[in-house]
């Protein structure tokens, strides 16, 4: 597992930029209702997505539990971060309009730590919002690309974020489906050089940096041809649940 405490210097850089950010908040806000006001975005990073959400004209707030992410982000948006575990966020009940976790169900160590942060996402929502979050992350990556084929050989981790997991788990705090959309994660088509890198800093959870059997899938890689060259770039998938009106279960275009 990486530590993001570590990776916030570089995150942006290796991770798209400002193409995959704008990519990123033009789907989410495709999601979130026009009458909406306050939105919070738990696991906000370094804010370069967040920031967007405020030039849309929203009041935003940003939280994340790395410190240095929280610094990044704070700087992007002054007085408008906190740093809070989305396991337990510090903001009273139906508080925002809409709630946002972009790449972080994948992150939990647990189930149950997938269902707290479902539930707290939809405690902090009020009545007609929407909470949007990304899911199977890790399905995004494969491409079917020459590398996928040989990553396909390592050994299998959890899917905490698996669609029908989180419709489930939103289902039993009352929010209902209310939307999909996708973007383009631009700049993130992996190369065989950089994907050794990435083994090496911890990225993949099942081949931990160091082992044998992480060598060895980097000894595969590197045989591979146009060592530097991007293979396509990831497409992630976002769901959206909303908390009916007044405790009312109607589903998406009743009103």
Not at 49 to 71: E, K, P, Q
Not at 101 to 127: K, N, Q, T
Request: aromatic fraction near 6%; charge should be neutral; include cysteine.
């Amino acid at each position: 597992m990486l530590d993001y405490d570590e990776e916030a210097e570089r995150y942006d850089a290796l991770r798209g930029g400002e193409p995959r950010a704008a990519a990123a908040a033009d789907a989410v806000l495709s999601l979130v209702p026009g009458r909406a006001r306050d939105l919070l975005d738990a696991a906000c990073g370094t804010g370069i997505v967040t920031r967007r959400f405020a030039a849309a004209g929203l009041r935003v707030t940003g939280a994340d539990l790395a410190a240095s992410m929280t610094r990044m982000a704070a700087a992007r948006l002054p007085d408008a971060v906190v740093r809070a575990d989305s396991r337990r966020l510090p903001f009273a009940d139906a508080r925002f309009d809409a709630v946002v976790s972009v790449w972080l169900l994948h992150l939990m160590p647990g189930p149950e730590d997938v269902r707290a942060v479902i539930g707290e996402c939809a405690r902090v929502l009020r009545p007609g919002g929407v909470y949007v979050t990304t899911v199977h992350k890790g399905a995004s990556h494969n491409v079917g690309s020459d590398i996928d084929a040989i990553l396909a050989a390592r050994p299998p981790s959890p899917v905490l974020d698996a669609p029908a997991e989180v419709e489930a788990l939103a289902a039993g705090h009352g929010l209902v489906p209310a939307g999909r959309a996708r973007f383009q994660g631009h700049g993130q088509g992996r190369s065989p050089r950089r994907t050794i890198a990435d083994l090496r800093r911890g990225w993949f959870v099942t081949l931990p940096p160091g082992e044998p059997l992480a060598d060895r899938f980097a000894a595969r890689l590197a045989e591979l041809p146009d060592q530097d060259r991007p293979r396509p770039d990831p497409v992630f998938s976002l769901r959206a649940y909303r908390k009916p009106p007044h405790g009312n279960p109607r589903g998406p275009g009743d009103d």
